[in-house]
């Protein structure tokens, strides 16, 4: 990891104090194992280590992970994400590695999935969904895109404000899809 993929040593010395490293490394072997292109594992590499830097600055060790600092971690801080470093910022880029080692994290016993209450965003993705299969048609396998992209838009947009459908206007939604792809 020290290697030659993070410019900053603070970075891994605290990847390492926390523990994390491990699981890090345990990541990069699997994608190496699995046959990923160098670059690919250096880029999920990177993110990874993004994303435990990220939950050491917020005093979150391995024991205290659940699913939901993954999606916070995505929804909230990489759109607005000013870390020196090395860090991989592409959405796309850092959910794709943040799949592959939510899988090392659940081997090793640290991610847990907790059966929550859906919150208002979920249950609106429902009922948005009910639409698309039950007006619309639309099979599972697009569903599954669209559930995930309004659920994207909506904790961008209204955070942990009051869900209020009537503030959405055509331009909110330009501005969040044009700053995902500016990231």
């Not at 993004?50 to 939950?55: R, V």
């Not at 942990?160 to 995902?180: C, I, M, Q, V, Y």
């Given at each position: ?26 990541l990069v ?8 292109a160098?670059?690919t594992?250096?880029f ?5 280590v ?6 050491i ?12 600092h ?24 850092v ?9 090392i994290?659940?081997d ?51 955070g ?21 792809r500016?990231?």
């Open positions: 990891m020290r290697d030659h993929l993070i410019a900053i040593p603070r970075v891994c010395d605290n990847v390492e104090l926390a523990g994390f490293a491990p699981l890090v490394k345990g072997a699997q994608l190496h194992s699995r046959g990923y160098a670059k594992v250096a999920y590499e990177r993110a990874a993004h994303f435990t830097f990220w939950l600055r917020r005093n979150i060790d391995p024991s205290q992970l659940d699913e939901g993954m999606a916070g971690f995505l929804s909230r801080h990489l759109a607005n994400c000013h870390c020196s470093g090395a860090g991989v910022r592409r959405h796309h880029t959910r794709a590695a943040l799949v592959h080692f939510g899988a994290l659940r090793a016993g640290f991610l847990v999935s907790r059966p929550a209450k859906p919150g208002r965003i979920e249950v609106e993705v429902e009922r948005f969904d009910n639409y698309l299969r039950d007006t619309a048609g639309l099979q599972e396998s697009t569903r599954t895109y669209r559930r995930r992209y309004v659920g994207e838009f909506l904790n961008e947009f209204f942990s404000r009051a869900l209020d459908l009537s503030r959405l206007l055509p331009k909110n939604s330009f501005r969040t899809s044009r700053k995902e500016v990231v």
